[in-house]
Structures are given as C-alpha cells and as structure tokens.
C-alpha cells in the first residue's frame, strides 16, 4: 500500500516524504501551467484539468487563478463551473457532483494539523475527505473545513465557514454556517429576495 493510499484515509502523513512532494511537484507545474494559459486556450485548459485531476466531467470551467497540493484526489462532476481563485488543499479525497457552481475565493481544505503545540512541531498532518453533492451553489468566499458533506441541490451563502455536514435542498449560511431554511417548490421562478422570472 502506497503512503498516498494512507493518506486518503485520514492517517496522519509527514508532507515532507519524497513520494508526497513528487505528486505535489508535478501539480505544481501543471498548475503553473494552467494560470498562465491564455483566455482563447481552452482546449489545452481541459488537457491539463485531465492530467491534473482524478476525474474530470463533461464541460468543466475553472476561471483562472486555480490551486490545489495533489490533483489527483480531486474528481469533479459534469458541468462544474468555478469562478476566480479556487483553493483546494487535497491530501484527502475532494468529490464534488454534476451541476455544482463555485462563487470566487472558495476553499476547500481537506488538511489539518494535530492542536497541540508539540504534536504538531512533528510536522505530521492529516486529511479528512470533503463532499459536494450534485447541484450545489457555493457562494463567493466560502471556506469548507475537513471531512464535510454537502447536501445535493444546498446553497452555501457567501463568506461562510462551512465546520459540518449540511443536508440537501436547504440555505445555510454564516460563521459557523448553519442552516436557515429549506428550499420548496415556493423557490421555482425566483431569483433574487423574491423576485420572479419567467423560466
């Protein structure tokens, strides 16, 4: 079994193993790569969503500048779009679903370090794995703590800290993020504070 294989499952890891930093060296370059692609590249953006992540859905869109430490424990849905400067620090398992939009800023962290001072001068971490079901809208600057589910069809509000599962079709939001309501059949046609839309 490979030290990345105990990674993904929440075991705690030094990130200074060579076999953990090759990973991350070869992100690092296709990454660099990636945020320095021209606008009109898009067919050379969707090459290295490919070789860079561990599964990539039909249509992707992820607006430059976009970070991530391995790549390939992300997989990413059908039709995933994010907005400018997503974050995810992957050294557990990121799974986000079909139709799944991103606001700017949002970070995902799968990592963590031990909160005792001397535990966590070892230089040991882990990971716990992060979930995003289909059809979820994550607002701009949403922070997504380890080992989080989201629900299909939820909406995270903008600015929140999102510390524990949130369950599908519901609005939640704040610091710590919790929910406010669910989404009903009331929500179809509306867009924005109760303003209808022919749809």
């Not at 990130?15 to 690092?28: D, F, G, M, T, W």
């Not at 909160?115 to 995003?132: K, S």
């Not at 701009?140 to 999102?162: A, Q």
Request: overall charge negative.
């Amino acid at each position: 079994m490979s030290l990345l294989e105990d990674v993904r499952k929440g075991m705690p890891y030094k990130p200074s193993e060579e076999e953990l930093k090759a990973i991350r060296q070869k992100s690092k370059r296709l990454v660099y790569e990636y945020n320095h692609l021209s606008p009109d590249e898009g067919e050379r953006k969707e090459e290295i969503l490919h070789e860079l992540l561990g599964k990539v859905g039909k249509d992707p869109n992820i607006h430059q500048n976009f970070f991530c430490d391995y790549g390939i424990n992300i997989e990413i849905g059908d039709d995933f779009f994010s907005n400018y400067n997503l974050v995810i620090l992957d050294p557990a398992k990121v799974v986000i679903g079909d139709r799944v939009k991103f606001g700017p800023n949002v970070g995902i962290y799968t990592a963590g370090h031990p909160v005792h001072p001397d535990t966590r001068a070892t230089g040991y971490e882990y990971g716990l794995p992060v979930t995003i079901e289909d059809d979820v809208w994550i607002g701009g600057s949403v922070t997504i703590n380890p080992g989080v589910r989201i629900g299909k069809g939820s909406v995270i509000g903008s600015g929140s800290v999102v510390t524990k599962d949130i369950p599908e079709m519901v609005i939640a939001y704040g610091n710590p993020c919790k929910v406010i309501r669910k989404i009903t059949e009331e929500d179809k046609g509306l867009f924005y504070q109760g303003k209808r839309f022919d749809i």
